[in-house]
Every structure is written in C-alpha cells, then in structure tokens.
C-alpha cells in the first residue's frame, strides 16, 4: 500500500501557513482546524518547514508567552522530511517512528501536495490488517 492510497481518503485542501506569519497566528490556525502541526510553505508552494504543537510548547517553556509575537521561522521546525505519493506505508511508518514526528508533508517536483499524520498510517494498517484476516477467514472456510 501507498501513500496515495492513503490520501485519496483525506480532505484535498491543505493547510498551511507562511515563515512570515506569527505563532500566534498558527496557534489559531491549528485551533480552527483541530490540527496538530501546520505545514510551512513559500509563496511559491515550497515546503520551507513544519510548526507542530511540540515545537510551541517547546519555545514557550524556553522563552515564555512573548514567542507567539515572533515570526513562524523562528520556531518551526526547518529540516523537514517529506514522502512522495509512491512511497509505502511501510517505509513512511519507519521514518516516522524512528524520527519520532507524528506529521509528514507529502511532496511532488518539490511542491506540497498532501500532508499525513501517523494516525492516517495507523489507520490505513488497520485497515490492511482487517482485509489481510478476512482474507485468510475467507481462504480458511472455502
């Protein structure tokens, strides 16, 4: 199974946001839209990183509350690892357990193309798993 497979489920808007904005402005975004990390691109639809909850809270604990004035690109995360729509799961699942990173920007031709979050990778081994067992409980009573 592929990361396209996965998307073909998802939402086709994807949101993201711009180094420029600030962290509160982020803050909001992810409120809004009951997300856990918010994709940071260039005008021109270049991933230029990933501001997460993790990394707010981190530079909140650092420097307190006034880090929500400061530019995203201050915070975010800037060496992001992305996955095209024909990786599998499976190698998109070691990447991400071994990173420990729950959200991964899907990329084409360097453009944004998709986001996953390790909720749509656990998901979709569900799923696998549950076809995979009625498959064999099919196989078993024939």
Known sequence: ????????????????????DT????TQLLAKHRIGAVIVCDKGGKVRGILSERDIV????HDGAAILENSISSCMTKNVLSC???????????????????????TE?????????????????????EKDAQELMNYIAS
């Open 109 to 129: 031709g360097g453009k944004l193309v998709g986001v996953i979050s390790i909720g749509d990778v656990v998901k979709c081994k569900i799923e696998q798993a």
């Open 58 to 61: 981190r530079d909140i604990a």
């Open 1 to 20: 199974m592929s990361v396209s497979t996965m998307l073909e489920g998802k939402p086709k808007s994807i949101i993201t946001a711009s180094p420029d």
């Open 23 to 26: 962290v509160a402005d982020a």
């Open 84 to 106: 095209k729509r024909d990786d599998s799961i499976d190698s998109v699942m070691e990447i991400m357990t071994e990173k420990h990173f729950r959200h991964m920007p899907v």
